[in-house]
């Protein structure tokens, strides 16, 4: 099968889901399996080692969250794997809430942002720091942690993220950059 002919059924396929066809659910996964693969492993090569999930128990809780969960006007495959990307960073910070027990006082070592991995500089990142930051901006503009979901969770390129959100290239490159600047500023406690 061809990359424009798959692609076109995993379009068909997540718009048939999202008009409630759960089935289609079904039929999709397998067809995307490899590429939630990947992103569920560029999410887990971030956690710490020996982390308690794996990369496959990740993807199959994605699957249970999204089987659960019903999309709305789901446009197609790249939106679908942002909403991927969303619920498993929300996984991975449901499971660090559970699992770690939170530094809020003392010494904490802040968290580095760059274009290729929000803690490329740490091994180790505060998952809940990051999580917390992309809240804030949340609330501040939904547009912008959008952009920071879709390019750093769901690993889209900035083209992808366009296309995703139906707005210019230079518009995600200019939102990504102020996103970028404000996380930064975030996470290594210069909020003022």
């Known amino acids: ?3 424009t002919s ?21 039929q999709l996964v397998p067809i995307v399996y490899s ?19 794996q990369t496959t128990a990740l993807i199959n809780e994605a699957y249970l969250r999204l089987a659960e969960a ?3 006007a789901c ?3 790249t939106y679908f794997f942002g909403v991927c990307a969303r619920l498993m960073r929300q996984i991975l910070v449901d499971w660090a809430r559970t699992h770690q027990s939170l530094k809020r006082q003392g010494d904490h070592n802040p968290v580095a942002l760059n274009e290729a991995r929000l803690a490329s ?5 505060d998952l809940l720091a990051v999580n917390d930051a992309l809240n804030e901006l949340a609330a501040l503009d ?11 969770f769901g690993g889209l390129s900035i083209e992808e993220t366009a296309q995703a959100l139906n707005i210019s290239v230079g ?3 200019r939102d990504w950059g102020i996103a970028r600047t404000f996380l930064h500023r975030h996470l290594s406690g210069k909020t003022n």
């Open 35 to 53: 590429e939630l693969h990947r992103l569920a492993h560029h999410y887990m090569k971030g956690e710490r080692p020996g982390h308690g999930l």
């Open 6 to 26: 798959c692609s076109n059924e995993v379009t068909e396929l997540v718009q048939a889901w999202s008009r409630g066809e759960p089935q289609a659910l079904d």
């Open 121 to 125: 500089s740490h091994p180790d990142p």
């Open 70 to 72: 019903r999309l709305e």
């Open 75 to 77: 446009p197609g495959r």
């Open 171 to 173: 518009t995600v490159s």
């Open 142 to 152: 939904p547009r912008k942690a959008e952009i920071v979901e879709l390019r750093f």
């Open 1 to 3: 099968m061809s990359s």
